[in-house]
């Protein structure tokens, strides 16, 4: 049994839309960041993430942050349907884990960013949950960068638009990029 959540389409076109104008508009401000200190490290304190990574609140106010598309998503996380479909995955394995969920009360977003020979090594994240979003621009130009969950032996092909739901404490990792361009942009 996996107590991990898949929802393909996560975002309608119109939303889709309007978080790639936005990631258009942040991609020069991502690539400013290169391999952050914001990430897990390694047992020398050297992250483990190759990569680029931002928040979009740091280059919001509090009253421009709801006129992001990214961060206006967030609400998605509240609605009714998506509870039930956390409750199907967590609750008939784990109660414990749906009644954290439905109490979470506080969210943060990060925008990780990958390119050719990127990743991010096996980690887990020091939150409750983590919600993972695969977007790239079509057509496709990489392979690579699915998230994968060694300890359980499971894999979660990198698919636009796909939401991953998980435990945060599950140790997981990014596999490698490989570009089949070196125009920027079109990595995931």
């Not at 309007?18 to 020069?28: A, G, N, T």
């Not at 983590?130 to 990198?158: A, H, M």
Request: with cysteine.
């Amino acid at each position: 049994m996996n107590n991990f959540l898949v929802i393909d389409d996560w975002y309608d076109k119109k939303e889709l839309n309007l978080i790639y104008k936005e990631l258009d508009f942040l991609h020069p401000k991502i690539m400013e960041s290169p391999n952050p200190k914001e990430s897990a490290v390694d047992e020398n304190g050297i992250p483990k993430i190759k990569g680029y990574r931002i928040s979009p609140y740091t280059f919001y106010s509090q009253e421009g942050a709801q006129y992001s598309p990214i961060l206006k998503s967030i609400k998605k996380f509240q609605d009714k349907d998506f509870h039930k479909k956390v409750e199907k995955v967590f609750k008939s394995t784990n109660t414990a884990l749906y009644e954290q969920f439905i109490s979470t009360n506080y969210s943060s977003t990060v925008i990780n960013y990958y390119e050719n020979n990127d990743c991010y090594k096996e980690h887990f994240d020091e939150v409750q949950f983590t919600i993972l979003i695969f977007i790239y621009k079509k057509p496709k130009v990489f392979s690579g960068g699915d998230l994968k969950f060694n300890r359980i032996k499971k894999i979660v092909e990198c698919k636009n638009n796909r939401l991953v739901l998980f435990p945060s404490f599950y140790y997981h990792e990014i596999t490698p990029i490989k570009c089949e361009t070196q125009k920027q942009g079109f990595g995931r």
